[in-house]
């Protein structure tokens, strides 16, 4: 299975940068690299997604080395309202051992005022 | 344009009662899936179902049943619920099998008494 690493938790304060990343060592070929963002008695919500180099929408950047082993997540001047749990996932892939859209344990954001 | 559409909502069953969760979207997605977050924990994947007349298990199909009764609807059953079944089903649906922006809906919340 294509795994993640990501950190438990992160704090942060309004209107500072928030950096996750995310470790994926064993990424595939096909594998594309997506986060997603969950708020309490929500269902994810799709953030952002790549392939490699940078990706930038109006929410946050993604930044993908070459080696694509690793990802990180960027969130810019953070609200309050950006405290949730972040998911990175990669794949999906199909075929036998892996499986569609797996999601790990997430990093839990607290942003304080 | 309603999404993905969950019911019910909540739901409180005995030990060994048996309940069908239903989901449907109205985004024309080929691919739908059930998963299920215990309190503090990331998804797991239940069943998935790569396209109309197909699924698969996930990471923890044991105790579940589905059905995939048309591209529309993508059913999870519990036959004999148990305690351990206690948890929050989400359902999701993306376009197609390796497309990984996924919808999920509200949830349902399940008690096993």
């Known amino acids: 299975l294509a795994k993640t690493t990501q950190p438990i938790s992160m704090d942060s304060y309004e209107g500072q940068e928030v950096n996750i990343t995310c470790s994926h060592n064993?990424?595939?070929?096909?594998?594309?690299i997506t986060w997603y963002q969950q708020f309490p008695s929500q269902g994810p919500r799709f953030i952002i997604q790549?392939?490699?180099?940078?990706v930038t929408n109006e929410v946050a950047s993604l930044f993908i080395p070459a080696d694509r082993k690793s990802s990180t997540l960027s969130l810019p001047r953070v609200s309050l309202s950006d405290t949730a749990v972040y998911y990175c996932?990669?794949?999906?892939?199909w075929g036998t051992g892996r499986r569609a859209l797996t999601f790990g344990s997430g990093t839990r954001l607290q942003v304080q005022p | 344009n309603a999404g993905v559409t969950q019911t019910p909502k909540f739901q409180v069953l005995k030990t060994g009662q048996s309940m069908t969760l239903q989901c449907a979207q109205d985004?024309?997605?080929?691919?739908m899936y059930w998963y299920r977050q215990d309190p503090g924990m990331g998804l797991r994947l239940i069943y998935y179902?790569?396209?109309?007349?197909?699924?698969d298990k996930g990471e923890v199909p044991n105790g579940y049943n589905v059905s995939r009764l048309n591209k529309r609807e993508f059913s999870l059953r519990l036959e004999s619920a148990a305690p351990s079944q206690t948890s929050v089903y989400f359902c999701?649906?993306?376009?197609?099998?390796?497309?990984?922006?996924?919808?999920f809906g509200q949830g349902t919340r399940l008690t096993v008494v």
């Open positions: 996932l990669v794949g999906p892939t």
């Open positions: 179902s790569a396209s109309e007349g197909t699924t």
């Open positions: 985004m024309n997605h080929n691919s």
């Open positions: 064993n990424i595939a070929t096909n594998d594309y």
């Open positions: 999701a649906s993306t376009r197609d099998r390796v497309n990984t922006e996924a919808f």
């Open positions: 790549g392939y490699k180099t940078k």
